[in-house]
């Protein structure tokens, strides 16, 4: 064993550094949060090759005193924390004093400065850590940073980035959620010369999320606001029909903190329970404000996790306030309930959940399955909780909610141009003379009506209307030797067929056809047929995920997509597969978007597809069927060639003959 040494200082810097500073979007995100803590009203951000080659951050904010430049940049130098127990009470978003320490270390640094006041500035160069002098400078009041060639003395760590592209996007994302979290700074982001964000600083929520999110998310939005004992909920949320195929709309911030966090997720949607069709997903700009004492925001290296000392109060308020103000809406809702029954009993949401397990289970927390609530009394039943508790929505009962119809913004003097969303430029999009495509058609096994239900049931089909022609199969279970009868459709959900040998069987169409549809993409013998847009669709989706969809053209055009960069996150659509309804074309691509994350192999990635595609191709529950169609799915159970749904449910249950008679005690 080699005897133990103590690391060279520039080593160890190194090292820490790799926990700070893991891609552009991390410095550019310790830059801006510097800057926001020293109190700017106008950021600017500009990145070029996806902040590998520049990254400058400009601020007017308080500035650096000269002599104080160099110890900016050594490791634990803050002026934003001076004891321990400072730490229980953080309000800035720094507090480590290690980012600009981190950022040097694997960078070459300029830093322009002038203090509110001061007569002249100062700046400073750093290469890889190392300060040169500090000298004296002409500057507007503020700071500006600029960094270099980022990674150049790790090579290790450059080997893992990943295309400019996908930087650029993150860093995109990041300035979306920073211009969220601080409507009352004006941000300006600007990639490889181009602007591409840039919102008015006028302290107003709906004008950022305009600028940042689009005129059509801002258009689906509810406002929300609500208080909890000290903690407070304001924001927007999505209306119960504008459902998004992902939970990547759903942006959350503590104490103006953007975090991820599993346990206002579950509370946002448990808002929303038996409101939005599964499958779907709110969208959200939430801001929770509570005592600094009462979150822990010192539990990961980037800030992007917190712990809550009282998480069940906090679970509460987001979910009362979303229900009270989607209630006060007037959208029918459930009777909401003691959020006790809903979050896990330990209080250890955050360490209890990883994120996949929390996928799998949908919002539901881990260890209490939530029983099916009750259909609401007609006086609904408010919450017993122990939280004192006030919803501005419930004060304002009389106003009822709206969505917003947000204006577009004023051309903000000292900030150039107004922002423009997508949906503004999609009046401009070319529609591209398409020929038409000489592809082998698919067999479609199942014409999907796509409807409202219109009967309340499907009356029993006579028996001759029933003779299938069954080719011959080998691997036959149950016998397949004469036809099932089909006796009905119940709950639009599920056939009711007989069987020869007495049996009484339901199947659920929509898993049978999943099923089919799944069986039929995986074999792939045929092209996928497509259908050509009448306009482009440009799909407005988060950048990461814009970046994702973008980064699997070739994946997506197999599945018969055809996309294309419509920039800032934007994805144009022109074709996509004939058996999906093309006004589920956004929704499918950000739940591609979410299966291509979760896959880990192209393979796996490909599975993940698959099994989007078998169910958004799929009649619904719910949906009017038509005989023909369901004789099929009856066909394909009864030929035991579908048993189970792509996700291992089965598809069809029997009830046998003595099963019935003991139900009515015959037998
Ligand atoms: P932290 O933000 O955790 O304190 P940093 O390494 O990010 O640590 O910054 C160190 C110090 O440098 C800050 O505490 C602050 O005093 C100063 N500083 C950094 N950036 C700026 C800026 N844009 N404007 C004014 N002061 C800044
Ligand atoms: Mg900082």
Known sequence: MPHIEQLASHVADLIAAGEVVERPASVVKELVENAIDAGSSAVVVEIQRGGMGLIRVTDNGCGIAPGELPTAFLRHATSKLRTADDLAKIGTLGFRGEALAAISAVSRVDILTRQKGAGCGASLHLEGGVPGQVEEAGAPEGT?????????????????????????????????????????????????????????????????????????????????????????????????????????????????????????????????????????????????????????????????????????????????????????????????????????PRQDFFQSMDAKTFREQGAKPAEKPVEKPPVRPAAPARPVWDTEWKSAARVADSQPQKPLGFRPLEKPAALGKAPVSVTERREAVPVRETPVKAEAPAVKEVPVKQEAPKRPFVPAIPAEQQKLDLPGQTTIEPPKEAPWRIAGEVLHTYIVCESEDGCVWLIDKHAAHERINFDRLKAAKEPVMRQTLLQPVAAELSREDGALLLENLELLEQFGFACEDFGDGAVLVREVPADIDAGDTVSTLEELAENLRSGKSLEEKRENLLHTMACKAAIKGGWTSDVSELKVLVEKVQSGEVKYCPHGRPVAVKLTKYELEKMFKRA
């Open 144 to 344: 500006t940073i600029a960094v270099r060639d980022l990674f150049y003395n790790t090579p290790a760590r450059l080997k893992f980035m990943r295309k400019d592209s996908a930087e650029t996007a993150a860093v995109a994302g990041l300035m979306q959620h920073l211009a969220l979290s601080h409507p009352d700074i004006s941000f300006k982001f600007i990639k490889d010369g181009a602007e591409s964000l840039h919102t008015p600083g006028d302290g107003k929520l709906e004008s950022a999320v305009y600028a940042a999110l689009g005129r059509d998310f801002a258009r689906g939005l509810v406002r929300v606001e609500g208080r909890g004992g000290d903690i407070a909920v304001s924001g927007f949320v999505t209306a119960p029909l504008m459902g998004r195929g992902s939970r990547s709309m759903q942006v959350f911030f503590v104490n103006g903190r953007f975090i991820k966090s599993q346990l206002l997720t579950a509370a946002l949607e448990e808002g929303y329970r038996n409101q939005m069709m599964k499958g779907k997903f709110p969208g959200c700009v939430l801001n929770v404000t509570l005592p600094v004492t009462a979150v822990d925001v010192n539990v990961h290296p980037a800030k992007t996790q917190v712990k809550f000392a009282r998480e069940r109060e906090v679970f509460d308020a987001v979910y009362h306030t979303v229900l009270d103000c989607l209630d006060a809406k007037g959208a029918p809702v459930a009777a909401p309930k003691n959020a006790g029954q809903v979050v896990n």
